[in-house]
C-alpha cells in the first residue's frame, strides 16, 4: 500500500533554512508527480508545489523563489527546500502522491510541523 | 487556477438528521477521458491529518461510513451525511484534483445541534 512518511519538520528563525524529506514507497515513485501542501495552524489547506515526474514543476505564488521541490527517484524520496523562511510560513506540511493520469485518488502523509519563530 | 467556493462555512445539525455541504468549482472538473469528476472530499478531526472520504466526487474510499455519500459533476457537488453521529463533528474540504495545481475549499465545521 502506498506509504509517505514526512521528516525534516522543526523549529527555525525567520530568514532561516529547512529541508524537508518525504519517503515514498507502495508504488513506483518514478513513475508519478508529487505535491507538498500545507496547513497553517487553524488555518484550511494551501497547496505549495508540485514536480512531474520528468522534473517539471510549479509553485504558488506565496512561495515562488523562496522554495524548492526535488525528487531523487533512486532513493524514492521527495524533498522541499525552503529558503528565506517567514513566520506566515510556520505549518504543519503534506506530501501527496499525485493520482497520475486518469488516476483514481491522490494520497497523503501525515505531515510534518514547520514553526518559524524567533 | 481553479477557485473551490464552499457553503455553508458552518452548520449545526443534531444527532441523526441530515448534514448537506456544497462545493462549487470555478471550471469543469469533468475529464471526458474516462468520464469522472477529479473532486475529493475530506474530513479534518483537530490533531488528525485530513481523511479522505469521497474520490471522483461520488466513490466512498474502503472503510468509510455509507452515511457520507457523494453527489454532482461538472462545477457543483454536495457531501452528505444521511444521519450525523456524535463522531462527524469536524470540518470538512473538497478539493480538486483535475490540474497539478491543486486547490481546495475554504472548509465546512459541521457541529452538533
Known amino acids: 500500500q502506498v506509504q509517505l512518511v514526512e521528516s525534516g519538520g522543526g523549529v527555525v528563525q525567520p530568514g532561516g533554512s529547512l529541508r524537508l524529506s518525504c519517503a515514498a514507497s507502495g508504488f513506483t515513485f518514478s513513475n508519478y508527480g508529487m505535491h507538498w501542501v500545507r496547513q497553517a495552524p487553524g488555518k484550511g489547506l494551501e497547496w505549495v508545489t508540485f514536480i512531474r515526474s520528468d522534473g517539471y514543476n510549479k509553485y504558488a505564488d506565496s512561495v515562488k523563489g523562496r522554495f524548492t521541490i526535488s525528487r531523487d527517484n533512486s532513493k524514492n524520496t521527495l524533498y522541499l527546500q525552503m529558503n528565506s523562511l517567514r513566520p506566515e510560513d510556520t505549518a504543519v506540511y503534506y506530501c501527496?502522491?499525485?493520482?497520475?493520469?486518469?488516476?483514481?485518488?491522490?494520497?497523503w502523509g501525515q505531515g510534518t510541523l514547520v514553526t518559524v519563530s524567533s | 487556477d481553479i477557485v473551490m467556493t464552499q457553503s455553508p462555512d458552518s452548520l449545526a445539525v443534531s444527532l441523526g438528521e441530515r448534514a448537506t455541504i456544497n462545493c462549487r468549482s470555478s471550471q469543469s472538473l469533468l475529464y471526458s477521458a474516462n468520464n469522472k469528476n477529479y473532486l475529493a472530499w475530506y474530513q479534518q478531526k483537530p490533531g488528525q491529518p485530513p481523511k479522505l472520504l469521497i474520490y471522483w466526487a461520488s466513490t466512498r474510499e474502503s472503510g468509510v461510513p455509507d452515511r457520507f455519500s457523494g453527489s454532482g459533476s461538472g462545477t457543483d457537488f454536495t457531501l452528505t451525511i444521511s444521519s450525523l453521529q456524535a463522531e462527524d463533528v469536524a470540518i470538512y474540504y473538497c478539493q480538486q484534483y483535475y490540474t497539478s495545481v491543486r486547490t481546495f475549499g475554504q472548509g465546512t465545521k459541521v457541529e452538533i445541534k
Open positions: 501527496a502522491k499525485d493520482c497520475g493520469l486518469a488516476g483514481m485518488r491522490d494520497y
